[in-house]
């Protein structure tokens, strides 16, 4: 199986890592399940984040006893150094754990440094004295900010959304990352259900040896498709390039990633899936999409009050209300 390391924390991780953020929605012993069944098959890295609810209680629960056997890393979004405690110390419960290997800011809308007003850095690093962290990461879907925390050589890793529909610039950071010594995190491989080859997803960031992906996964058949990569690593073929070059050019421009940052929404719009309902009809299984409760999710979008509050939150700089009335004009049209 291949392995990464990740920059200079010298962690070296398989290359299939375990996104825990789906693990939320399926009921505790399947979580169980799943986690070990892909530690006892050669994962040893997995990602959570204090935001995604219980998960990281899933995780504690499952790994508890083989606490030196993989690698954890999680997520505080908090604002202030007060709040940052809160967050470690509730992580740290949760996981069943006396450490956390990487430790992340969790997207957040500026660089955190030391001495900075936020406190936030020099929390980290009085963490990192005392022993309850061992590196220090940053998760960002902000270019500048991604740019900034590189440049900085402030943290041990950036975790970043990375597929084959990356851009030159989202190649730019992998590349900085790996002058730096930094390692790489990619969030989003299969770009929030957009990308549903995972053979090519993985062929594509396989090319990539500092990059270490973490899929997000909640049912067994998704975990078994991956452990099957383990195996037999699938490399690009000349049929996958193409693929991905005719998945770039139709989903060119200004597209939703459904990371759902702008939410939530005042009168209740589920934006992150709305705003791309249009991409979703054509690239994933319509039934779901079609349901009854789906009609209703996107009728919602009539309430839309034009605050903007979401277009001021989205990372990538798109017009959502705008976005919202285009895709629920096609979805009427579709049905
Ligand atoms: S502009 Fe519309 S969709 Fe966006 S937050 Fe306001 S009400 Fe919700
Ligand atoms: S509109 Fe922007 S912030 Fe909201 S889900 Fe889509 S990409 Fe994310």
């Avoid at 080859?197 to 049912?219: E, K």
């Avoid at 309430?303 to 277009?311: A, F, G, I, K």
């Amino acid at each position: 199986m291949d392995n990464v390391t990740l920059g200079k924390t010298g962690l070296v991780v398989s290359k299939n890592g375990f996104g825990a953020l789906p693990i939320q929605r399926i009921t505790k012993k399947d979580a169980v399940y799943l986690l070990q069944k892909a530690f006892y098959n050669g994962i040893n890295y997995f990602d959570t984040a204090r935001w995604y609810s219980d998960s990281e209680e899933k995780l504690g629960a499952a790994f508890c006893y083989i606490r030196d056997k993989i690698t954890i890393s999680t997520k505080t979004g908090a604002q202030t150094a007060e709040d940052f405690w809160k967050d470690l110390n509730q992580s740290l419960e949760n996981l069943q754990t006396d450490y956390i290997d990487i430790y992340q800011f969790h997207n957040p809308a500026f660089c955190p440094k030391p001495g900075d007003e936020s406190g936030l850095y020099d929390a980290m690093l009085e963490a990192k004295k005392q022993g309850k962290i061992r590196f220090i990461g940053i998760t960002n879907h902000r270019l500048s900010v991604a740019k900034e925390a590189i440049e900085s050589n402030l943290y041990d890793t950036l975790q970043f959304p990375f597929s084959y529909l990356a851009s030159d610039a989202d190649i730019e950071l992998v590349k900085a990352c790996k002058k730096n010594n930094m390692g790489f995190i990619a969030m989003k491989a299969l770009s929030g259900g957009l990308i549903t080859d995972s053979a090519t997803a993985y062929a594509y960031l396989a090319q990539f040896d500092n990059v270490a992906p973490i899929w997000g996964m909640q049912r067994e058949s998704e975990l078994d498709e991956f452990l099957s990569y383990n195996d037999t690593p699938p490399v690009l073929t000349e049929d996958m390039k193409k693929k991905i070059e005719h998945d770039r050019k139709e989903l060119a421009g200004d597209f939703c990633r459904g990371c759902g940052y702008c939410m939530p929404c005042p009168v209740g719009i589920e934006i992150n899936n709305c705003a791309r309902m249009s991409l979703l009809l054509r690239r994933a299984p319509q039934e779901m999409n079609l349901s009854k409760e789906w009609q209703e999710k996107m009728r919602k979008i009539e309430d839309c009050l034009h605050c903007n509050q979401c277009m001021s939150k989205c990372p990538y700089g798109l017009n959502t209300p705008e976005l919202l009335k285009k895709n629920y004009e096609d979805y009427k049209t579709f049905l």
